[in-house]
C-alpha cells in the first residue's frame, strides 16, 4: 500500500476518481505505477533468463516465442522507465495501463474520444498516448493560457519521430519550428497569398469552379439522380485549390499532373496515419511502422516532388517570357518570384515551394469540404432553418441572379448558419501545439517538448458557455454578441483555432463556405436518399468526416434556369 499511495493525490470529478503525483513523482499518471512497472520488467526479464534454451536446443517453438515476447515485453518497459520525467506536478489523468498508457479510452473517432474524457474526467488531462505525453485542454479558460497568455511557448507543432527521414520533413509550413523560417513564410502567406488584391484578382477562378459544380449538381437533378455532395465538394474545393496554385483543374479535365496530385494528396493522408500509429506506441514500434511503411511514404513524396517540379519548371520557362506579375498570376508564380529574389528577407528553397503547395491541398480540402458538406446536412434536417435563409437570400439577392461572394456580408442569418455549422464542426477539431520550454498551466507542470492538444470541438460544445450546445440553433449568432471567425480569446468560439499558429486562410474559406452554402440553398431543393433525415453520425479519424455519404438528389429550382451555369 505504501508504494501504491506515497506521495499520490487524489481528486475526484464527475464522480470519477483521477489520480495526480506530488513533485517528487514526475508526470506519471499513478494509474501506471512506475514502481510496479519496474517489478514487472524485473519479472518479464527473470523468465526470459531462465528458460532452459540450452536443453531445448532451440526445438522447443514455444519456449523460443516465449523468450522473444518476454524479452522484446522487458524492452519496451525498461525504454518507459528510463525515459520518465521527473519534475514537477501534472494535470490529473485518467486509469491507464501499462505500455498503451490511455490509449483504451480511444475510439476511431478522435474528436469524439477526445470530447468524452473532457466531459468525464475535467478540462485539463494528463494522457500518455502509448509512449506520447499529452496535455488535454478543454475550456475556453485554459485556450486563452495556450494562445495569448503563453503563446509563444505553445507555439510549435509536435515532433513525429522518423519525420526527418522524409523528403519535406522540415520544408513545409504548417508544421514547421516557431522560427525564423515559419516568421518569413507567415508574412508571406498574408502580405501576399492572402492579400486582398490576391483574393480579388483569384475570385473569378472560384466563380467559375462553383459553376461548373452547380451544373453537375443540376445535371444530376434533371435525370433524377443522386449525388454524393461530399464528394462533389471534394472535387469543388480541389480544382479551386489547384487553379489558384497552378492555373489547372485536379479533375474533369485533360490535366494528368493535377489529377496525379489529387490521387497523391488522398495517399497522403493515409500514409500519415499508417506511420503515426507506430510513433504512438514507441520505439521500437515506431522503428517498425516506419519500416512497413515508410519507403511507400517517400515514394508518395518522391511523386509528388516529380510531378511538381515538371510545373515549377514550365512556370520559369512563361516566366521568362511573360514576367511573374501578370494580372493572371498563381500561387507558384508568388513563390517562384521570391525563390528568384536574392535580397529575400529568408532565402527559400524549391522544396520549400514544394512543400508549401502540399501544405495547402493537404490544409484546404479538408476544412472547406467537411464544413460544407455538415452545414448541408443541418440545414436539410432543420427545414425551418432552411426555408429561413432561402427567404433571407431571396430578399436581399432576389431571384434573377445566383448569390456571390459580394453578398455574404449582407446576409447575416447565412453568416450566423455557417458560424453555427463551425462551432458544431470546427474546421480544427482538435489543435496541436508543443510545448518549447518547461511551463505551468494552472500551477501544472508541463515538460518541455510535450504534445498540447487543444479540445476544440469540446470547447464549443461546452454548456457552461452554450445553452444547449449540441443542438443547431443559428440564432445564437444573431444577437448582441458579435463572433468573430479568428475567435475571441474567452469567448468559446475559435473553430479555426487562434493565436499565432491559428489557420492563416480562415476569412477566406469562411467566406467560401458561406458562398457555396448559400448557392446550393438557392438553386436547389433536395430529397435526402434512404430516408427522411441526414445520418448525423461522426466517422473515423482525426478530423470530422461524416460517416456515411451525405447522398441526396437535387431538385433545380425553375429561377435557376438562368443563371447559365
Known amino acids: 500500500m505504501d508504494m501504491c499511495n506515497r506521495g499520490l493525490g487524489m481528486e475526484v470529478h464527475n464522480g470519477h476518481r483521477l489520480l495526480h503525483t506530488a513533485p517528487c513523482r514526475g508526470p506519471w499518471p499513478v494509474a501506471m505505477m512506475p514502481k510496479l512497472s519496474v517489478s514487472l520488467a524485473c519479472v518479464c526479464l527473470s523468465m526470459a533468463l531462465h528458460l532452459d534454451l540450452r536443453e531445448a536446443k532451440m526445438a522447443d517453438s514455444t519456449s523460443y516465442l516465449l523468450y522473444i515476447a518476454l524479452s522484446f515485453l522487458f524492452i519496451i518497459l525498461l525504454h518507459y522507465l528510463v525515459h520518465r520525467p521527473s519534475n514537477g506536478r501534472t494535470p490529473p489523468s485518467p486509469p491507464a495501463l501499462p505500455l498503451i498508457g490511455h490509449l483504451h479510452h480511444f475510439s476511431p473517432s478522435v474528436c469524439k474520444s477526445f470530447h468524452n474524457l473532457a466531459a468525464r474526467y475535467g478540462d485539463l488531462l494528463f494522457l500518455r498516448l ?222 520549400n515551394i514544394k512543400a508549401f503547395l502540399l501544405d495547402l491541398f493537404l490544409g484546404g480540402t479538408g476544412t472547406s469540404t467537411e464544413v460544407s458538406q455538415w452545414t448541408m446536412a443541418e440545414l436539410l434536417n432543420h427545414p425551418e432553418v432552411f426555408n429561413k435563409l432561402r427567404n433571407e437570400i431571396n430578399a436581399v439577392v432576389g431571384t434573377t441572379r445566383l448569390v456571390g461572394e459580394d453578398d455574404v456580408p449582407n446576409l447575416p442569418y447565412l453568416q450566423a448558419v455557417v458560424k453555427e455549422a463551425l462551432r458544431l464542426y470546427p474546421a480544427v477539431p482538435i489543435a496541436m501545439r508543443a510545448s518549447q520550454e518547461d511551463c505551468t498551466i494552472d500551477g501544472f507542470h508541463v515538460p518541455k517538448n510535450t504534445m498540447v492538444a487543444v479540445n476544440l470541438f469540446h470547447i464549443m460544445r461546452d454548456p457552461k458557455i452554450w445553452e444547449n450546445p449540441n443542438e443547431f440553433e443559428p440564432e445564437r449568432f444573431t444577437g448582441e454578441v458579435r463572433y468573430e471567425i479568428k475567435g475571441q480569446q474567452g469567448s468559446g468560439f ?72
Open 130 to 351: 502509448g509512449s506520447v505525453r499529452c496535455v488535454v485542454v478543454s475550456s475556453a479558460s485554459y485556450a486563452t493560457e495556450i494562445y495569448k497568455t503563453q503563446d509563444v511557448t505553445f507555439s510549435s507543432r509536435p515532433k513525429f519521430a522518423f519525420g526527418d527521414e522524409l523528403p519535406y520533413a522540415k520544408a513545409g509550413f504548417f508544421a514547421a519550428e516557431y522560427g525564423d523560417y515559419w516568421r518569413f513564410m507567415k508574412k508571406l502567406t498574408m502580405t501576399e497569398l492572402l492579400s486582398q488584391r490576391q483574393v480579388e484578382r483569384s475570385r473569378a477562378v472560384r466563380r467559375e469552379e462553383m459553376l461548373k459544380f452547380l451544373k453537375k449538381l443540376a445535371d444530376c437533378g434533371e435525370n433524377n439522380e443522386a449525388v454524393d455532395l461530399g464528394a462533389e465538394l471534394v472535387k469543388l474545393t480541389n480544382n479551386s485549390t489547384c487553379r489558384l496554385v497552378m492555373s489547372t483543374r485536379c479533375s474533369g479535365d485533360d490535366s494528368d499532373e493535377a489529377e496525379k496530385i489529387r490521387i497523391l494528396v488522398k495517399e497522403t493522408f493515409e500514409m500519415a496515419t499508417k506511420v503515426a500509429f507506430g510513433d504512438v506506441f514507441g520505439w521500437p514500434l515506431e522503428r517498425l511502422a516506419f519500416w512497413m511503411f515508410g519507403k511507400h511514404a517517400k515514394d508518395v513524396t518522391m511523386r509528388y516532388d516529380e510531378i511538381l517540379e515538371n510545373i515549377l519548371t514550365q512556370h520559369e520557362e512563361r516566366a521568362k517570357k511573360e514576367g511573374l506579375d501578370r494580372e493572371d498570376r498563381d500561387l507558384m508564380d508568388i513563390l517562384l518570384k521570391v525563390y528568384q529574389d536574392h535580397n529575400a528577407e529568408f532565402k527559400i528553397t524549391r522544396t
Open 494 to 565: 475559435v473553430p479555426f483555432g487562434g493565436g499565432r499558429r491559428g489557420c492563416p486562410g480562415s476569412t477566406l474559406a469562411f467566406s467560401f463556405i458561406s458562398t457555396v452554402t448559400a448557392a446550393m440553398v438557392q438553386c436547389f431543393d433536395w430529397k435526402i436518399i434512404g430516408g427522411s433525415k441526414v445520418d448525423m453520425e461522426i466517422g473515423a479519424a482525426f478530423t470530422l468526416p461524416m460517416a456515411n455519404p451525405l447522398l441526396c438528389v437535387p431538385l433545380l429550382r425553375f429561377h435557376a434556369r438562368d443563371f447559365n451555369f
